[in-house]
């Protein structure tokens, strides 16, 4: 059973560019969500999904991001028009249910760079 | 702000030592979870307490929770220098209105010198 699958694992962009970061849950889960970590910090919360539904946005920037977790295919976390500081790891984790019954299931992470 | 704080941010020990670490979180929950990071790589879920619990054990790990001081501690007992990651307590804030989110701390880099 393959676990949470997040490609690319590097990516770089030029300032201005559009970044676009795939997320396949792990079989079976219908949640996703997507965290940003800043080197040597956290994990931030950025979006929580279900499929064809945004449920919480509420930690992702209002302009320039967004993300959508289609009925067919991954959910992508799109940033449009990066900036410097867009250079972060972005993780997405999965859970079979919503997040206050159990853990997360997290990828290894897109290393998005900014030039 | 940071719901979940662990302390100390840094830790180095040796091999074979019982390491431990604390967190503070501000609200209330309905679980606190201990995951672990090696570098580079993503978070790997070690063990979760729910609220109404005080003390859980899984293998070499002891996580300890007094929701009265708002805080939890998570010991790995005879560390291997494969433990050297660093360690996050995530707590799921518990609102009127349902949860959706983890907050996790800055963490708290383990380091194990053989």
């Known amino acids: 059973n393959a676990g949470v699958m997040q490609n690319p694992r590097h990516l770089v962009r030029r300032r201005g560019q559009e970044a676009r970061l795939r997320c396949s849950p792990m079989?079976?889960?219908?949640?996703v969500y997507w965290y940003r970590q800043l080197p040597e910090e956290g994990l931030k919360f950025m979006v929580y999904?279900?499929?064809?539904?945004?449920?919480?946005e509420s930690g992702m920037p209002k302009e320039r991001f967004s993300a959508e977790f289609p009925k067919e295919g991954p959910s992508i976390l799109r940033i449009q028009q990066v900036v410097r500081g867009d250079s972060a790891a972005y993780f997405c984790?999965?859970?079979?249910?919503?997040?206050?019954?159990?853990?997360?299931?997290f990828g290894e992470g897109s290393r998005l760079t900014v030039l | 702000s940071q719901q979940g704080e662990e302390d100390p941010q840094a830790l180095s020990i040796q091999e074979g030592e019982n390491a431990t670490m604390n967190c503070s979180y501000k609200?209330?929950?309905?679980?606190l979870q201990w995951y672990r990071q090696n570098s580079g790589r993503g978070l790997v879920h070690l063990i979760l307490?729910?609220?109404?619990?005080r003390e859980k054990h899984s293998g070499r790990l002891r996580v300890t929770l007094d929701t009265s001081k708002k805080s939890s501690s998570l010991l790995i007992t005879a560390s291997r220098a494969a433990d050297t990651a660093s360690y996050f307590c995530?707590?799921?804030?518990?609102?009127?209105?349902?949860?959706?989110?983890?907050?996790f701390g800055k963490g708290t880099k383990l380091s194990v010198i053989p």
């Open positions: 984790a999965s859970s079979p249910n919503r997040v206050d019954t159990g853990e997360l299931f």
């Open positions: 079989k079976g889960h219908s949640h």
């Open positions: 999904l279900q499929k064809e539904n945004i449920i919480d």
């Open positions: 609200t209330s929950i309905n679980n």
């Open positions: 307490i729910r609220s109404n619990e």
């Open positions: 995530a707590t799921d804030p518990r609102t009127g209105a349902g949860s959706y989110q983890l907050t």
